[in-house]
Every structure is written in structure tokens, then in C-alpha cells.
T-cell receptor
């Protein structure tokens, strides 16, 4: 089955600690995204990547870092510089320039809580 | 990148047809219109996409007038399980930054 997988589903972080959220896709998509969603709000873009070894900041990149060493993987690190990291994090992928489509596929999300 | 405007919330009853309208006055020539559904604590799920006129699939219809400045998602005979947040997005494959609004919270009552 093709899809996009995020792990873990729940994550607890102590203050001052870095944590890494995993995102893997086997859809052969070029573009991958990380979003943050706060309760009752829409999705806000953290980072996105159009191709391997390239990524761009979104609207709320401060306190986060990413890498794109493989087409299938786009991990997100929440650093200690992110002062309010408790949120629901969503990873997505798209075909990108292979199709005139805005259809994105999402993982099931990671709920991060600072304890 | 075109922004969208949707009602914040809507209520309806089981068995009714629900229409959610999205305004996108600045839509570009190459932009497609895409609708997603999101349940609590889950990632959004693609519902339907269109460019002009009418598109229908097994779960919904999408109506787009000739000027394309708005679109209407139509959900036929809704059930309680259709209670969710619905998002409208516009863009094409060159728009790597998809803009997400707050969506429309649809509540279906028995």
C-alpha cells in the first residue's frame, strides 16, 4: 500500500530538549511538507521541500529544522528554540511538478506535548 | 497565491444536502480548486478537485461558476460521520506553498 507514515503518534518533550518527528512516503512524490496545527486553527506551514537536498522555510520556521537526504524521508526536528511546541504536527506530500494537481496526501499526525 | 474565504461553521441534519461555498477572488488562470476533509486528530483527506463547471465523484460534487471566483462543495444526504472541518484551497503544481484557511466546521445533527 502506498502512503505517508508519521511516527510517533504521540510524543512528549521536556523543556530544553530537541525531538525529531519522522515522516516517510512511498508515493514517489517530489514535494513534502510539514505543518503545525493548533486547536481550532487551520494548518500553518513550517517547512517544505520540492526535491532532495533542498528545502524552504514556511511561515513559522523559527525553532524548527528539517533535512531531505532521501526522496522518501523528510524528518522535522523541534529544537529547544521553539518556545511553544505543543501542537499537532502534520506531514504531507504531493506529486509536485509531475501533475497539475494540488492533491496532497497527509500522514496521521504527531501530537507533541511539552511536559 | 490566492486566499480563500469560507464560513466558519455550518449546521445541518442527517439526510440533507449540504453546500459549502468558498470565495477565491484572486484565483489565477492555472489554479485548481481542491477540497479537503479533516476529522479531529487526523490529517486532512482529499475530497474533490476541479477547474471549471462541475465535477462529481462518489462522495461529493464541486460547482464552479464561469468566473471561478467562488466554488461550492455539495455533500448529498449527509450523515453524522460527515461532521468534520472542510477546507478549500486554490493553486496549481507550481504553488508549492498551499495556503490553508481556518476551514468550515460542519456539524451534522440527528
Amino acid at each position: 500500500d502506498g502512503g505517508i507514515t508519521q511516527s510517533p503518534k504521540y510524543l512528549f518533550r521536556k523543556e530544553g530538549q530537541n525531538v525529531t518527528l519522522s515522516c516517510e512516503q512511498n508515493l514517489n512524490h517530489d514535494a513534502m511538507y510539514w505543518y503545525r496545527q493548533d486547536p481550532g486553527q487551520g494548518l500553518r506551514l513550517i517547512y517544505y521541500s520540492q526535491i532532495v537536498n533542498d528545502f524552504q522555510k514556511g511561515d513559522i520556521a523559527e525553532g524548527y529544522s528539517v533535512s531531505r537526504e532521501k526522496k522518501e524521508s523528510f524528518p522535522l526536528t523541534v529544537t529547544s528554540a521553539q518556545k511553544n511546541p505543543t501542537a499537532f504536527y502534520l506531514c504531507a506530500s504531493r506529486l509536485g511538478s509531475q501533475g497539475r494537481s494540488t492533491e496532497a496526501f497527509f500522514g496521521q499526525g504527531t501530537r507533541l506535548t511539552v511536559v | 497565491l490566492a486566499k480563500t474565504t469560507q464560513p466558519i461553521s455550518m449546521d445541518s441534519y442527517e439526510g440533507q444536502e449540504v453546500n459549502i461555498t468558498c470565495s477565491h477572488n484572486n484565483i489565477a488562470t492555472n489554479d485548481y480548486i481542491t477540497w479537503y476533509q479533516q476529522f479531529p486528530s487526523q490529517g486532512p483527506r482529499f475530497i474533490i478537485q476541479g477547474y471549471k463547471t462541475k465535477v462529481t465523484n462518489e462522495v461529493a460534487s464541486l460547482f464552479i461558476p464561469a468566473d471561478r471566483k467562488s466554488s461550492t462543495l455539495s455533500l448529498p444526504r449527509v450523515s453524522l460521520s460527515d461532521t468534520a472541518v472542510y477546507y478549500c484551497l486554490v493553486g496549481d503544481d507550481s504553488n508549492y506553498q498551499l495556503i490553508w484557511g481556518a476551514g468550515t466546521k460542519l456539524i451534522i445533527k440527528p
